[in-house]
Structure formats: structure tokens, C-alpha cells
């Protein structure tokens, strides 16, 4: 069941048009709401699809996959290519709409926007690229070749964090591959899908290609979606508990799976740092997104005589930090996306304060409309603490100090996580050694960000399964075929 957003007047803006009329043209069923966690004002509701929708999104999907994936690369590439036009004319709208349903700063949603249209630009490039190969024969009566095709109808499972890019970081690559996709957003943040969709369909997007479930119970509609024998492949963000569930429901018809899942990320700071590029580069890793990205730096190793500077420095830079509302200027700091996320940080924090670790700044909920917490500095944190083993999500930075890099090392990797890393260092051979060195998918040195169209993103151990972008992200939705041709025989 393809899902678009039923315009009431053309001119009206986009992200108005999403508030005022989200459902599918005739839906009659059940519907949620939609909340803005800055404010807690009702944004409006939208359709709440059960698995009977999600089985005829899966139809939909295998309906049209021929027909797609018969399609020349380069026919591919050029509605790609299209949506992406549509994206980036409709920026400004689609970052207003995720500041309104998610909480992020404006500007911070305008970067996630253009950054999720990067991916579906590097695709569509890519889809002209995914080249097979001719092998060299074992006998001469015989050619072998190996050619590449999609896998097939995808299910694409996405978070509420990064509602946009995330949706485009997974869908570009299937559809470049030749596959179709039906996407399940998270229930916190649908209306950044809606709109993709839309603008999907005004780009040339035939009819079952992409398709969209919404719903407020995720469990129901990703149980059809990991049953379904016509879905071949699962692709994942999200908790990592939720990860092996979806995991294990995969098994049974063997789907293939791609899993971006949790992080436990170290920030590395060595004593011959630039300490100002390490804090600049720690308001980015830990207080983007108010510290709810899966690569946010949580644990803070920091060698022993550089730690009350580093500290200071850093002390200084978060007193400037502004809570409020992503649409008003000024606004540095967004909400916690709901009540429960709310809850469980306040008591990573209470606990860690029982456990020994010593309060800086911060440390509370902050009393005003929305779901807010104040950025907070913990001290003294120590590897045996429960804050130290979680994944925050929330603007909390948790210190401790090492002797050596040895230690250092072994602190980092001292968790079940694996996605990123960041370590500050001026010395050239630890700037070789470190990356090799950590437990990591992915390892920024000198820079607070991992993220780009061009590189792999994914982690290791507990942090998932695959990668997302770069040249080998197009490779989680096609199947290697191998064709051999007996009969050749010798020219006559």
C-alpha cells in the first residue's frame, strides 16, 4: 500500500500540507497522534496501519518488482536523481517538518535533510556501476560469469532520530539495485516519511516501488514483515535488543540483514591533543541531536594531566548550550524525543551519582513545556559503572582518565558495542596505531563526525551487521549469480 500525502491546495507549503491532510487518499481505519516533544502540542494524526496494510505493502512491492528491476540502471538513476531534485527544493520544508516531529534544531535538521539527499545523488551514480565479472575458464568447453541482481522486496525498519536521512540512507541503494521497498518508520516520527513519499511520487516513482506502513504498534507490522516469504531482505536502525529480535525472526525463511544497532562510542583525548579542536569536536559528537545519535560519544578517556584543562574547556563550551525549541533562533539544544527516553536518562544519572561518580553541571530535567534535560558533566566515572555499559542518548558526558595509551585502549574497547570511536592525538605513528587498535566499524581521528555518502558506515560485535553507503553499500541488496556455459566448443 503505497502512502501519499493528499495535497489540500498545490501552493500550500509542504510541510503544512503533511500536518493538515497526512493520510492516504480514502483511509477510513484507525489513526495516532503526533507530538511535538519541544512543546508536547498535537500535531495532527496519521493512518495506524495493521498487518493486513503491511501485507499489501509487501504485495505492492512484489508486484512491481519486475518491472523495476527490468528497468535499465540508467532509468534507475534518473528518477533517483529526480526525488533527490525534489528533496533539496523542498529543504527548508522537510527541516521544518523534522524539527516540528523530532525536536532537533532547525539547522541541524536542514544538514540532515541534505545529508540523507547525498546518499540517494551517490546511488543513483552507483546504480550504473554494479558490474558483474567473467571468470577465467576451467575447461574450454565452458565460460563462466558472475553476474549481480536484486535481492528483491526489502523491508526497511528506520528510527526516529534521524527520520529522514536514515529512510534515504537505506532506500537509495535498494532502489539503485533494482529492488523495491516497503518502509516501516518509527511511530514518534512519520510525518518526515510521508513527505519523502510524496515527494517520491511527484518524481516519476511508479506505483508499489516504495511504500509506506504507519502505525503506533511497530512489533505487529515488523513480525509480517520478517515472516513474509516475499520479503527478502531486512534492513535495520535501531536498539540492538530490538536488533536480535528482528534477527532471530529473520531466521526462519533465512532473509539476508543489514543492522546498524547501538553504540557505547569512547573519546579518546591524549595528552599532545589540540585540546581546543577536542572540545569543539566533543560539543559535535556528544550534543548533536541533544546526544541521541547512535554514534554519540558517551564515555570521555581523558590521560590524567590534560583532564582538569580538557575539563574546563569543556565546562565553558556547555554553559553556552540553549535549550528551547528547534525553531527558534538560538536554539542549540533540542528535547529528549519522549517521557520513557526522559526517564531512563535521569536515572543512568541518579545511579551513577550513587555509584561514586561526582556531578559537575547538570543533572536534572529542565522545567519548562517538552521533554528537556540539561546538558550534564559526570567525573570520577568509572568502567564498573552502569552509565559506563549503556547507551545514553542523551547530552550526558561521563569522565575518566587514563595513564597510557595501552589503558587507554583497553577502556575503549571494554564494551559489547562496536560502531564509533574518536580519539584526539598529534603523535603520527598513534595516529596509525589507534584506528588498528580499537574494537570500532568506524574510527574518527581528530574530528567529531564519521558521517559521509562516500564512506562505510556500520559497526562490529553488538553494533550490527553491513554497511551503509560509500561503494559497498550497494552490495546489501544484490545476490551474486554465478552463470556457467557448457557447450563452447572450439571455432570451426
Same mark, same amino acid.
Given at each position: 500500500m503505497t502512502v501519499l500525502a493528499r495535497s489540500t491546495e498545490a501552493g500550500d507549503a509542504l510541510a503544512d500540507r503533511i500536518i493538515t491532510c497526512p493520510l492516504p487518499g480514502g483511509w477510513r481505519g484507525p489513526t495516532f497522534p503526533v507530538l511535538n516533544p519541544a512543546t508536547g502540542a498535537h500535531l495532527t494524526d496519521v493512518a495506524d496501519m495493521g498487518p493486513d496494510e503491511a501485507k499489501a505493502a509487501v504485495k505492492a512491492a512484489s508486484q512491481a518488482l519486475a518491472s523495476w528491476?527490468?528497468?535499465?540502471?540508467?532509468?534507475?538513476?534518473?528518477?533517483?536523481?529526480?526525488?533527490?531534485?525534489?528533496?533539496?527544493?523542498?529543504?527548508? !520544508?522537510? @527541516? #521544518?517538518? =523534522? *524539527?516540528?516531529?523530532?525536536?532537533?534544531?532547525?539547522?541541524?535538521?536542514? /544538514?540532515?535533510? &541534505?545529508?540523507?539527499?547525498?546518499?540517494?545523488?551517490?546511488?543513483?551514480?552507483?546504480?550504473?556501476?554494479?558490474?558483474?565479472?567473467?571468470?577465467?575458464?576451467?575447461d574450454p568447453n565452458r565460460r563462466m560469469l558472475a553476474i549481480r541482481q536484486p535481492?528483491?522486496?526489502?523491508?526497511?525498519?528506520?528510527?526516529?532520530?534521524?527520520?529522514?536521512?536514515?529512510?534515504?540512507?537505506?532506500?537509495?541503494?535498494?532502489?539503485?539495485?533494482?529492488?523495491?521497498v516497503?518502509?516501516?518508520?518509527?511511530?514518534?516520527?512519520?510525518?518526515?516519511?510521508?513527505?519523502?513519499?510524496?515527494?517520491?511520487?511527484?518524481?516519476?516513482?511508479?506505483?508499489?516501488?516504495?511504500?509506506?506502513?504507519?502505525?503506533?504498534?511497530?512489533? !505487529?507490522? @515488523? #513480525?509480517? =514483515? *520478517?515472516?513474509?516469504?516475499?520479503?527478502?531482505?531486512?534492513?535495520?536502525? /535501531?536498539?540492538? &535488543?530490538v536488533g536480535k529480535l528482528l534477527m532471530r525472526q529473520c531466521a526462519d525463511t533465512v532473509k539476508k540483514v543489514s543492522l546498524e544497532l547501538g553504540g557505547n562510542a569512547p573519546f579518546i583525548v591524549f595528552a599532545d591533543a589540540d585540546l581546543d579542536t577536542a572540545v569543539n569536536s566533543a560539543m559535535l559528537a556528544k550534543f548533536r541531536n541533544a546526544g541521541q545519535t547512535c554514534i554519540s560519544a558517551n564515555r570521555f578517556l581523558v590521560e590524567a594531566s590534560v583532564l582538569p584543562a580538557f575539563t574546563e574547556k569543556l565546562l565553558a563550551r556547555i554553559a553556552g548550550l540553549k535549550a528551547g525549541d528547534g525553531l527558534e533562533a538560538g536554539t542549540s539544544l533540542g528535547p529528549i524525543i519522549n517521557e520513557a527516553g526522559l526517564a531512563k536518562i535521569d536515572r543512568l544519572v541518579t545511579t551513577a551519582m550513587e555509584q561514586g561518580a561526582t556531578l559537575l553541571t547538570g543533572g536534572y530535567r529542565i522545567e519548562r513545556p517538552g521533554t528537556f534535560y540539561a546538558p550534564t558533566v559526570l567525573a570520577d566515572v568509572t568502567p564498573a559503572m552502569d552509565i559506563s555499559k549503556a547507551e545514553i542518548f542523551?547530552?550526558?558526558?561521563?569522565?575518566?582518565?587514563?595513564?597510557?595509551?595501552?589503558?587507554?585502549?583497553?577502556?575503549?574497547?571494554?564494551?559489547?558495542?562496536?560502531?564509533?570511536?574518536?580519539?584526539?592525538?598529534?603523535?603520527?605513528?598513534?595516529?596509525?596505531?589507534?584506528?588498528?587498535?580499537?574494537?570500532?566499524?568506524?574510527?574518527?581521528?581528530?574530528?567529531?563526525?564519521?558521517?559521509?555518502?562516500?564512506?562505510?558506515?556500520?559497526?562490529?560485535?553488538?553494533?550490527?551487521?553491513?554497511?551503509?553507503?560509500?561503494?559497498?553499500g550497494i552490495d546489501e541488496y544484490a545476490e551474486i549469480k554465478y552463470v556457467g556455459m557448457g557447450g563452447i566448443g572450439a571455432a570451426r
Open positions: 528491476a527490468g528497468r535499465t540502471a540508467k532509468e534507475r538513476a534518473a528518477i533517483l536523481m529526480a526525488w533527490h531534485d525534489r528533496i533539496l527544493q523542498n529543504k527548508d !520544508e522537510l @527541516a #521544518r517538518l =523534522l *524539527t516540528l516531529e523530532m525536536g532537533k534544531p532547525l539547522a541541524e535538521a536542514a /544538514g540532515e535533510v &541534505a545529508h540523507g539527499a547525498s546518499y540517494i545523488a551517490w546511488f543513483a551514480e552507483e546504480a550504473k556501476r554494479l558490474y558483474g565479472d567473467v571468470i577465467p575458464t576451467n535481492i528483491g522486496v526489502v523491508a526497511a525498519i528506520t528510527p526516529w532520530n534521524f527520520p529522514s536521512a536514515m529512510i534515504m540512507r537505506k532506500v537509495a541503494p535498494a532502489l539503485a539495485a533494482g529492488c523495491t516497503v518502509i516501516k518508520p518509527a511511530e514518534d516520527t512519520p510525518l518526515s516519511a510521508i513527505a519523502l513519499l510524496q515527494l517520491a511520487g511527484e518524481a516519476g516513482m511508479p506505483e508499489g516501488v516504495l511504500s509506506l506502513v504507519t502505525c503506533r504498534k511497530p512489533a !505487529e507490522i @515488523a #513480525r509480517v =514483515l *520478517t515472516d513474509h516469504r516475499d520479503v527478502r531482505k531486512l534492513s535495520f536502525t /535501531g536498539s540492538t &535488543a542523551g547530552p550526558v558526558v561521563t569522565l575518566s582518565a587514563f595513564e597510557t595509551e595501552a589503558e587507554a585502549i583497553r577502556l575503549a574497547n571494554d564494551t559489547d558495542y562496536g560502531l564509533a570511536a574518536y580519539a584526539f592525538t598529534r603523535e603520527m605513528g598513534r595516529l596509525w596505531r589507534l584506528p588498528e587498535a580499537l574494537e570500532f566499524g568506524m574510527v574518527a581521528m581528530n574530528e567529531g563526525t564519521v558521517g559521509s555518502e562516500a564512506a562505510p558506515f556500520g559497526g562490529v560485535k553488538e553494533s550490527g551487521i553491513g554497511r551503509e553507503g560509500s561503494r559497498v
